[in-house]
T-cell receptor, first 111, second 116 residues
Framework: QKEVEQDPGPLSVPEGAIVSLNCTYS??????FMWYRQYSRKGPELLMY????GNKEDGRFTAQVDKSSKYISLFIRDSQPSDSATYLC???????????FGTGTLLAVQP | DVKVTQSSRYLVKRTGEKVFLECVQD?????MFWYRQDPGLGLRLIYF???????EKGDIPEGYSVSREKKERFSLILESASTNQTSMYLC???????????????FGPGTRLTVL
């Protein structure tokens, strides 16, 4: 079993839709949770960062962490064609600097 | 802006060749990482380095080695390339601080390596 599971998609939605992207994990020691966004033929870039449980909002993006269920989510409101990318979750425990990445979900927002 | 550059965007090599992938960052970051990215497998860590001349194995170090002689440069070496090393290789760097800054890895554009 992988430490981090993420549905690879692809996920296709119409412009303006609310998008929900999710990851599950097995290691209860994970404390730091991230979402990276990767456009085609580019390297990933950090989009959202959350420590421990709770919600974090940044514009149209909301990250949620539920440590009791070992489940993290990224919500995108009013999705735009420019949001079309691969979204990778990443996480780590406090004992290491190594990030464990999910496989990524490919999102396509149709105009 | 942080900039991470990789020596080549595309590279084609033959089985058995020695391959060097170079990565340079311009933000004086202590941490540097090499990943490979494959469909269905995501990003997997090959090696990382916390400081000059220091290296640690990641999750899939077999068949690879690294070199970090200068703080800004981290090289990945395939001693004898094999077809199963055909992949996208991504380099990243981050500062050695805490919290968000530590986990904000800045990635290069990647090198797509094909081994024939």
């Amino acid at each position: 079993q992988k430490e981090v599971e993420q549905d690879p998609g692809p996920l296709s939605v119409p412009e303006g839709a609310i998008v929900s992207l999710n990851c599950t994990y097995s290691n209860s020691a994970f404390q730091y949770f991230m979402w990276y966004r990767q456009y085609s033929r580019k390297g990933p870039e950090l989009l959202m960062y959350t420590y421990s449980s709770g919600n974090k909002e940044d514009g149209r993006f909301t990250a949620q962490v539920d440590k009791s269920s070992k489940y993290i989510s990224l919500f995108i409101r009013d999705s735009q064609p420019s949001d079309s990318a691969t979204y990778l979750c990443a996480m780590r425990s406090g004992a290491t600097n190594k990030l464990i990445f999910g496989t990524g979900t490919l999102l396509a927002v149709q105009p | 802006d942080v900039k991470v550059t990789q020596s080549s965007r595309y590279l084609v090599k033959r089985t058995g060749e020695k391959v060097f992938l170079e990565c340079v960052q311009d933000m004086d970051h202590e941490n540097m990482f090499w990943y490979r990215q494959d469909p269905g497998l995501g990003l997997r860590l090959i090696y990382f380095s916390y400081d000059v001349k220091m290296k640690e194995k990641g999750d899939i170090p077999e068949g690879y080695s690294v070199s970090r002689e200068k703080k800004e440069r981290f090289s990945l070496i395939l001693e004898s390339a094999s077809t199963n090393q055909t992949s996208m290789y991504l380099c990243a760097s981050s500062p050695q601080t805490s919290g968000r800054f530590l986990d904000t890895q800045y990635f290069g554009p990647g090198t797509r390596l094909t081994v024939l």
